[in-house]
């Protein structure tokens, strides 16, 4: 007998009547929705340049909301149980200290919603809760397939713009690398070309292991065409974090071949990627893209001059008597060096959420008699920055200490579950998924979150942690021998 309450109809209870399998379905498309919905909505204010980036939190807001309502059919069901249940707490505790960071920060607004622009306030974190915690509460391998569907969707939607800002320069802020150097970096609808680097890393990695591992058929051409763009795309956003997300995803395929003990020619599966971006170096070296004739790396004029400078303001000029803008390494360690300092002067409650420009303020403008707005006090203050691209740094510098105990008890977690339930055979999906969050954690040594990348982050993320508990009787994309015919 069906259950309801108060002898109501059994359509009104849907939610006590809800199946696992009813739920992994619906909690699938809020995880899908976060890979590709935020990046959909940051299509109107780069086609629209009277629009601002706030526009793209709405999106955030769309799937934070929908696995918010997954969420607590998850809690009301008790579908999370063991280390799940862990990380889902630990992530808790860490929205929880989160509030905390706010009312201790400079600007409780800011701390709320997050910087103009950025959006990554306490609000953002609460939406990644929420799509962790749906995901956590998976235990069908089809709904972990449809995400990995996601991801290169995700990939293929902001190659497709990207590839329009490479060969013509339009629908982005990141043609010029400086007053004189036109690069026409790839950005897609990630904001940035290193946010985009950081989301095209999970993308290839999920199609080349997906490729990999599936039947010959038009799946396994779609992901090998697709790795070729991302491979493309990834080397036209002159990132570090770009090469090194390619390295990691072609050595991923690799892995994804010897522990599903797939054919070995399946390897060859990489060589579009190759092609792709040798591709891009080829056209670059060739004088065919901006006004360029050799490749090399714009990480720090892109993360620091044309992203948060000239996008959005969130940070000042770069100070060239102290770093040098063009020697990526310098821009990294100078960055890692001041947020170290920023932190043990914040050790328990950070700056406050997306604050963390705030405490390098070390003047108003050039007249104290002025009441300027915070972007045109953060812009006048040369040096200052508002991202370190390290995500456990910028973690303990923006919401303390205990917040980084915090995200790496989920970060080992996550990866201690997916190698887990990876070794104890769960195929295909089990190594696809612990691949994804094993490169995700290397990417947060050398990048940060974005209100694109973290929502596809977390879905994986709690998908690794519910790993183990899922059904291993559910049939996968793994590629079968074929059965021998009786003579």
């Given at each position: 007998?069906?259950?309801?309450?108060?002898?109501?109809?059994?359509?009104?209870?849907?939610?006590?009547?809800?199946?696992?399998?009813?739920?992994?379905?619906?909690?699938?498309?809020?995880?899908?929705?976060?890979?590709?919905?935020?990046?959909?909505?940051?299509l109107?204010?780069?086609?629209?340049t009277?629009?601002?980036?706030?526009?793209s939190a709405?999106?955030?807001?769309?799937?934070?909301?929908?696995?918010?309502?997954?969420?607590i059919?998850?809690?009301?069901?008790?579908?999370?149980?063991?280390?799940?249940?862990?990380?889902v707490?630990?992530?808790?505790f860490?929205?929880?200290?989160?509030v905390?960071?706010?009312?201790r920060?400079?600007?409780?607004?800011?701390?709320l919603y997050?910087?103009p622009?950025?959006?990554?306030?306490?609000?953002?974190?609460?939406?990644y809760?929420?799509?962790?915690?749906?995901?956590?509460?998976?235990?069908?391998k089809?709904?972990?397939e449809?995400?990995?569907?996601?991801l290169?969707?995700?990939?293929?939607?902001?190659?497709?713009?990207?590839?329009?800002?490479i060969?013509?320069?339009?629908?982005?802020?990141?043609?010029?690398?400086?007053?004189?150097?036109?690069t026409?970096?790839?950005?897609?609808?990630?904001?940035?070309?290193?946010?985009?680097?950081?989301?095209?890393?999970?993308?290839?990695?999920?199609?080349?292991?997906?490729?990999?591992?599936?039947?010959?058929?038009?799946?396994?051409?779609?992901?090998l065409?697709?790795?070729a763009v991302?491979?493309f795309?990834?080397?036209?956003t002159?990132?570090?974090?770009?090469?090194?997300?390619l390295?990691?995803?072609?050595?991923?395929?690799?892995?994804?071949?010897?522990?599903?003990?797939?054919?070995?020619?399946?390897?060859m599966s990489?060589i579009?990627?190759?092609?792709?971006?040798?591709?891009?170096?080829?056209?670059v070296?060739?004088?065919?893209?901006?006004n360029?004739?050799?490749?090399?790396?714009y990480?720090?004029?892109?993360?620091?001059?044309?992203?948060?400078?000239?996008?959005?303001?969130?940070?000042g000029d770069?100070?060239y008597?102290?770093?040098?803008?063009?020697?990526t390494?310098d821009v990294?360690?100078?960055?890692?060096?001041?947020?170290?300092?920023?932190?043990?002067?914040?050790?328990?409650?950070?700056?406050?959420?997306?604050?963390?420009?705030?405490?390098?303020?070390y003047?108003?403008?050039?007249?104290?008699?002025d009441?300027?707005?915070?972007?045109?006090?953060?812009?006048?203050?040369?040096?200052?920055f508002?991202?370190?691209?390290?995500?456990?740094?910028?973690?303990?510098?923006?919401r303390?200490?205990?917040?980084?105990?915090?995200?790496i008890?989920?970060?080992?977690?996550?990866?201690?579950?997916?190698f887990?339930?990876m070794?104890?055979?769960?195929?295909?999906?089990?190594?696809?998924?612990?691949?994804?969050?094993?490169g995700?954690?290397?990417l947060f040594l050398?990048?940060?979150?974005?209100?694109?990348?973290?929502?596809?982050?977390?879905?994986?993320?709690?998908?690794?942690?519910?790993?183990?508990?899922?059904?291993?009787?559910?049939?996968?994309?793994?590629?079968?021998?074929?059965v021998a015919?009786?003579?």
């Amino acid at each position: 007998m069906p259950k309801t309450i108060f002898h109501s109809t059994e359509k009104s209870n849907f939610i006590l009547n809800m199946t696992e399998k009813q739920y992994a379905k619906l909690a699938s498309i809020g995880l899908i929705g976060s890979c590709v919905i935020v990046s959909l909505f940051t299509l109107i204010p780069e086609i629209f340049t009277t629009s601002t980036y706030t526009f793209s939190a709405a999106g955030l807001a769309v799937c934070g909301v929908y696995c918010m309502i997954m969420t607590i059919i998850a809690l009301i069901k008790k579908y999370l149980k063991g280390s799940t249940l862990f990380a889902v707490c630990a992530f808790a505790f860490m929205l929880l200290w989160g509030v905390l960071s706010v009312f201790r920060s400079t600007d409780m607004y800011v701390g709320l919603y997050g910087f103009p622009e950025r959006c990554e306030g306490l609000l953002a974190l609460i939406f990644y809760w929420c799509i962790f915690t749906a995901a956590a509460s998976i235990k069908k391998k089809k709904a972990a397939e449809a995400v990995f569907n996601g991801l290169i969707l995700a990939g293929m939607v902001n190659s497709t713009v990207a590839l329009i800002q490479i060969f013509t320069g339009g629908l982005s802020h990141y043609e010029m690398a400086s007053l004189e150097i036109r690069t026409n970096s790839a950005s897609g609808l990630a904001q940035s070309p290193l946010f985009l680097a950081m989301l095209l890393t999970l993308s290839l990695t999920a199609a080349l292991t997906c490729a990999v591992t599936t039947k010959v058929g038009r799946f396994r051409n779609i992901c090998l065409i697709a790795s070729a763009v991302f491979g493309f795309v990834m080397m036209m956003t002159y990132s570090f974090i770009g090469i090194c997300g390619l390295a990691f995803s072609v050595i991923a395929a690799a892995v994804c071949v010897l522990v599903t003990k797939g054919a070995k020619k399946k390897i060859m599966s990489v060589i579009p990627t190759i092609i792709g971006a040798a591709a891009a170096v080829i056209i670059v070296n060739a004088g065919l893209i901006g006004n360029i004739s050799s490749y090399r790396l714009y990480d720090g004029r892109e993360l620091w001059w044309a992203d948060s400078y000239m996008r959005i303001g969130s940070s000042g000029d770069f100070n060239y008597k102290v770093n040098d803008i063009d020697d990526t390494l310098d821009v990294y360690l100078n960055m890692n060096s001041k947020t170290m300092d920023i932190i043990s002067d914040n050790k328990l409650t950070g700056t406050g959420p997306d604050q963390l420009a705030f405490p390098q303020i070390y003047t108003i403008g050039p007249s104290e008699d002025d009441d300027p707005a915070i972007v045109d006090i953060i812009q006048y203050n040369t040096g200052i920055f508002d991202r370190v691209y390290n995500e456990y740094l910028y973690t303990a510098a923006t919401r303390g200490i205990p917040s980084l105990i915090a995200l790496i008890a989920i970060v080992l977690t996550m990866l201690v579950s997916g190698f887990k339930a990876m070794k104890k055979g769960r195929g295909a999906v089990g190594t696809t998924l612990f691949l994804l969050v094993l490169g995700s954690a290397l990417l947060f040594l050398i990048g940060c979150g974005n209100i694109t990348f973290s929502p596809v982050f977390w879905a994986v993320a709690g998908l690794a942690c519910a790993l183990p508990n899922i059904d291993e009787k559910e049939v996968t994309r793994v590629e079968k021998k074929p059965v021998a015919e009786k003579k």
